[in-house]
């Protein structure tokens, strides 16, 4: 035998029954990379969910804080609603009770006119 062909590997031919087991091996190996780009293929998804949620979560935080903006804006809104709302109430109080004391007059008036006019003599 020669020793070169012993440690040169490179020129060393497997024998058939080591070609038998490389196959499956080699099936083996496809299986696993097969399954290595699945998990990579799962992971760019997983990746592009994450990425989908932190905008999600990030327009849920601005839309929370503008809630609570127009929550602000409402509670110091309320007050001076509540102000206006009083000071219309008391206004419409002061014309109706203007509305009264004219209406009281013009019935003065008629009154009076009432009798003005029987007193004055038919012709």
């Not at 209406?103 to 009798?115: H, K, V, Y």
Request: proline fraction near 3%; charge should be negative.
């Amino acid at each position: 035998m020669n020793l070169n062909r012993i440690f040169n590997f490179s020129e060393y031919e497997p024998r058939e029954s080591s070609r038998a087991v490389d196959q499956p091996l080699n099936q083996l190996q496809g299986q696993v990379n097969q399954i290595q780009g699945q998990v990579n293929e799962s992971q760019l998804q997983i990746t592009g969910l994450q990425k989908s949620i932190n905008a999600m979560q990030s327009l849920i935080d601005t839309i929370i804080y503008r809630q609570n903006d127009i929550l602000v804006l409402l509670q110091q809104e309320i007050p001076l609603m509540r102000h206006d709302f009083a000071r219309m109430q008391f206004q419409f109080e002061h014309f109706r009770s203007q509305q009264e004391q004219h209406d009281s007059e013009i019935m003065d008036i008629a009154a009076l006119m009432d009798e003005m006019l029987q007193q004055i003599p038919e012709a």
